[in-house]
T-cell receptor, first 111, second 113 residues
Framework: DAGITQSPRHKVTETGTPVTLRCHQT?????MYWYRQDPGHGLRLIHY???????DKGEVSDGYSVSRSKTEDFLLTLESATSSQTSVYFC??????????FGPGTRLTVT | GQQLNQSPQSMFIQEGEDVSMNCTSS?????WLWYKQDPGEGPVLLIA???AGELTSNGRLTAQFGITRKDSFLNISASIPSDVGIYFC?????????????WGLGTSLAVNP
């Protein structure tokens, strides 16, 4: 298994509060990704990173920001959480852009 | 966003049966990936395919990169109860200067012991 962890694993928060999810890897992989998974929509890319301080938007980036200040950590921030951001969030890593290895996920509930 | 056409959406089979599922698209892909997701966990990469026509096996799993580069197939032989889960395909293609991974919606597999 790829050395990838996500924290927290579960979180309940109120609408309007900021939330930060952390992805940590021990594989020294260049690429890191944040997805959300919702019934009927599958996996949708939020943001990705192709190196330290190099990030780009995915298909559902509105309401999310990311930061990657070091190779091993990729942070996803919801500046002001909304109920539509209730979802399961997955981080993925890849040595190249040809493959992705996923973390265990974070279940976020916004009430 | 763009998604792959993955079928069937769900399958219910008897233990020991073989399983086939596929993903199709109108677009050409450079790489095909097949994942399995168990409940409450992240997807796990099963097989990666990099060349048109490529046939790759991983134990009882066999996947093929379609010759047209627009489709891929996954077969599971002699299914067992632990094969239960959701199988996803993903195709990687060039989008301008970026590589973009497009996902299918998954095939849910149930195995009756």
């Amino acid at each position: 298994d790829a050395g990838i962890t996500q924290s927290p694993r579960h979180k309940v928060t109120e609408t309007g509060t900021p939330v930060t999810l952390r992805c940590h890897q021990t594989e020294n992989h260049r690429y890191m990704y944040w997805y959300r998974q919702d019934p009927g929509h599958g996996l949708r890319l939020i943001h990705y990173s192709y190196g330290v301080k190099d990030t780009d938007k995915g298909e559902v980036s509105d309401g999310y920001s990311v930061s990657r200040s070091k190779t091993e950590d990729f942070l996803l921030t919801l500046e002001s959480a909304t109920s539509s951001q209730t979802s399961v969030y997955f981080c993925a890593i890849g040595r190249t852009s040809n493959e992705q290895y996923f973390g265990p996920g974070t279940r976020l509930t916004v009430t | 966003g763009q998604q792959l056409n993955q079928s069937p959406q769900s399958m219910f089979i008897q233990e020991g049966e073989d399983v086939s599922m596929n993903c199709t698209s109108s677009s050409i892909f450079n790489t095909w990936l097949w994942y399995k997701q168990d409940p409450g966990e992240g997807p796990v990469l099963l097989i990666a395919l990099y060349k048109a026509g490529e046939l790759t096996s991983n134990g009882r799993l066999t996947a093929q990169f379609g010759i047209t580069r627009k489709d891929s197939f996954l077969n599971i032989s002699a299914s067992i109860p632990s094969d239960v889960g959701i199988y996803f395909c993903a195709g990687l293609r060039m989008d301008g200067n970026n590589r973009k991974l497009i996902w299918g919606l998954g095939t849910s597999l149930a195995v009756n012991p």
